[in-house]
C-alpha cells in the first residue's frame, strides 16, 4: 500500500514537473518570438507622440533615439529624472520635447511632453503638448485630451519669453489661456508645467544639447534587433 502511494506520488510529480517544463518553454518561446514586435510597437507610439508636438520636417536625426535624462524638481514636476528628446538638423540643435508632470492636477499628476523650438537667449516657441496620462474628472479635467477637445491645441507656436511671462496662466489669472467651465484647477496646472518647461529650457539649452546621449544604447540595439528588450 505504502509503496503504491510511493509510487503514484512519484508519477505525480514526474508529470508536474513535465508540465511545468513544457509552460516555462511555451512562454519562452511566446516572449523571444514576440519581444521584436512589442518593441517595434513602443518605438512607433514613441515617434508618434515626439512628432505631434515636433515638426517632423524640423529635423533629420533619430529624434527618438537622441535623448538625455534630467532631474530638476522644481521645473519639471517630478523627483525622478526626466527625458528630453533633442532634435538636431544637420547636426543643430532646432528643437526638443520634454517629458514633464503637473503635479497639482485635480486629480493627481498630469504627465505631459511639451515640444519647444526657436531657441532664443529669453525666449522660445512652444510647437506642441499632449498629454500622456492623467487621472482628471470625465467631462471636466479630461478636456486637456486632443480626443476629447481642441484646448490643448492653443499651444501650438506661442512663443515664451521670460518679460512676457504673466501671459502664461489661464485668463482667470489674466494669461491668455481659456479655462474649462467648472475645472480651472486642470488647465492652470497644465499651462503652468507647459511655461515651467519653457523656462528650463531657456536657462539649460546650452548644457542639453551638448550631454552625452543617454539613448545611445537604446541606438546600439535597433541596430541589432535581438538585443531589443521589451
Known amino acids: 500500500m505504502n509503496q503504491e502511494y510511493t509510487q503514484n506520488m512519484t508519477k505525480n510529480g514526474v508529470v508536474l514537473g513535465l508540465f511545468a517544463l ?3 518553454g511555451l512562454i519562452a518561446l511566446t516572449f523571444f518570438g514576440t519581444r521584436e514586435q512589442i518593441a517595434a510597437q513602443q518605438q512607433n507610439k514613441l515617434k508618434g507622440i515626439l512628432n505631434a508636438v515636433v515638426d517632423p520636417s524640423l529635423y533629420n536625426n533619430a529624434l527618438h533615439l537622441n535623448c538625455v535624462d534630467v532631474l530638476a524638481p522644481d521645473l519639471l514636476g517630478s523627483s525622478a529624472s526626466q527625458r528630453i528628446y533633442r532634435a538636431l538638423k544637420d547636426g543643430q540643435p532646432v528643437a526638443a520635447a520634454i517629458k514633464t508632470t503637473a503635479p ?4 493627481g499628476k498630469i504627465e505631459l511632453v511639451v515640444g519647444v523650438q526657436g531657441f532664443q537667449p529669453d525666449s522660445v516657441i512652444v510647437s506642441g ?3 500622456l496620462e492623467h487621472k482628471e474628472t470625465p467631462g ?4 486637456i485630451e486632443s480626443r476629447i477637445s481642441d484646448w490643448i491645441y492653443s499651444f501650438n507656436q506661442k512663443t515664451y519669453a521670460d518679460d512676457k511671462s504673466s501671459l502664461w496662466a489661464v485668463k482667470k489669472d489674466g494669461g ?4 474649462f467651465t467648472g475645472a480651472t484647477i486642470t488647465p492652470r496646472a ?3 508645467a507647459v511655461k515651467r518647461s519653457a523656462e528650463y529650457i ?6 542639453l544639447f551638448s550631454a552625452d546621449n543617454a539613448c545611445a544604447a537604446q541606438q546600439d540595439s535597433t541596430a541589432n534587433p535581438t538585443d531589443v528588450t521589451p
Request: proline letters at 0%; glycine letters at 8%; a negative charge.
Open 22 to 24: 513544457v509552460t516555462t
Open 104 to 107: 497639482d492636477g485635480y486629480s
Open 129 to 131: 503638448v499632449r498629454v
Open 140 to 143: 471636466l479635467g479630461d478636456k
Open 176 to 179: 491668455q489661456f481659456d479655462q
Open 190 to 192: 497644465v499651462v503652468n
Open 202 to 207: 531657456i536657462a539649460n539649452q546650452a548644457s
